[in-house]
């Protein structure tokens, strides 16, 4: 605070205490003239009430004198007369640290119990799952879907099936989550050219069985060595460069022909940010917690 609004303040704060002060002083002295018959001679509601005088009681009188003192000492006390700190030293933000550690305090017992328990039998915990939620919804959702169901405008997977583009296990979610992902898939339709980008398509669309172009899908075989390097020789994928299968029905970005060629002519690069920096181990757990109970 500035020296100006300090002094501002302090400047209120004097004034008005010591006008209220004032009024209270001079309450107790003033002498209101009072008729023979005891009242004012104020006449209200065409004469049916008059107003009469009575002293304050003492009790009020000593309630509004010590709200003064109290205010004093109040301010003397804590953080309000302008800049002065308060001879306690409290502040809000203090007292918000204090009640994180106190609760970090709290939460790290939880931790360690949560941490020495495999997600797969943490899931049948609600609280841990709960939790897990919480961390899902926060850093999660906007990618892969309120329910964990993925989005193929982004290419982010399903985390609920037992399909995964660089595995499955619980040491490999964990990394998948702390260190990020980038797959990358080059765009091939240059070195393929349109009718070439048409025939693997059609190739790629027999893969998995769906319904296809047979005789496009012949010419686009040998094509396919080109795929193979990353997809393997027979299109099953290759969790090392999170290379997806190509013969079953799960599909990042969509397994109708339009996508296939769209993903074939001008790649694909599917980027999932790294958290280590912003979640600890314990949420990385609880998450991937919540994500084992979702999918049965
Ligand atoms: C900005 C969007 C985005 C956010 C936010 C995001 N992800 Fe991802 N995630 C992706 C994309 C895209 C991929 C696929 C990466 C690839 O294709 O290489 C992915 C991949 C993954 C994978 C690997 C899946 C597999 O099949 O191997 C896991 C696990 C995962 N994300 C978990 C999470 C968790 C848990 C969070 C929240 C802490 C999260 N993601 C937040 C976009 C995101
Ligand atoms: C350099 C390695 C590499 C090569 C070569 C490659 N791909 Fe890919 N492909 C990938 C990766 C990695 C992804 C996942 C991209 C992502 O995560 O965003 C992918 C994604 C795809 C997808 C999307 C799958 C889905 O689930 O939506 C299709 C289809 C595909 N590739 C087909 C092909 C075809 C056909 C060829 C050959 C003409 C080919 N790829 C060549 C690495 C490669």
């Known amino acids: 605070m500035s020296t100006f609004w300090s002094i501002w303040i302090m400047a209120?704060?004097?004034t008005n205490m010591g006008i209220t002060l004032f009024l209270f002083l001079w309450g107790q002295r003033v002498e209101i003239p009072v008729l023979p018959d005891g009242t004012t001679g104020h006449v209200w509601a065409h004469g049916v009430l008059r107003e009469s005088v009575r002293k304050l009681p003492r009790w009020w009188v000593w309630?509004?004198?010590?709200?003064f003192a109290i205010g004093v000492v109040y301010l003397a006390l804590y953080p309000g007369f302008g800049s002065h700190k308060g001879l306690l030293g409290w502040t809000s933000h203090g007292e918000l640290a204090r009640d994180v550690a106190n609760n970090r305090a709290t939460a790290r017992g939880f931790d360690a119990y949560y941490l020495s328990v495999a997600p797969a039998e943490l899931a049948s915990n609600p609280a841990a799952v709960q939790l897990g939620e919480r961390i899902f919804i926060d850093n999660c959702a906007a990618c892969h879907g309120?329910?964990?169901?993925?989005?193929?405008l982004l290419g982010a997977p399903n985390l609920i099936d037992?399909?995964?583009l660089y595995g499955g296990d619980d040491a490999t979610v964990k990394t998948s989550i702390l260190n990020g992902r980038h797959g990358t898939m080059p765009p091939l339709g240059e070195a393929l050219g349109e009718a070439g980008v048409g025939n693997v398509a059609n190739y790629v669309l027999g893969l998995s069985g769906a319904a296809h172009d047979a005789q496009a899908a012949a010419a686009g075989q040998p094509m396919f060595a080109l795929c193979a390097a990353c997809h393997g020789p027979d299109g099953k994928g290759n969790p090392a460069l999170g290379a997806p299968n190509l013969t079953d029905t799960v599909w990042l970005y969509g397994g109708d022909l339009a996508a296939i060629k769209q993903t074939i002519v001008a790649g694909r690069s599917g980027v999932m940010p790294a958290w280590q920096s912003r979640l600890q181990a314990v949420d990385v757990h609880l998450v991937l917690t919540w994500m084992?109970?979702?999918s049965d």
């Open 292 to 294: 084992r109970a979702q």
């Open 63 to 67: 309630m509004s004198a010590s709200m």
């Open 12 to 14: 209120l704060a004097v």
């Open 162 to 164: 037992a399909d995964w």
């Open 146 to 152: 309120r329910h964990a169901q993925g989005n193929k």
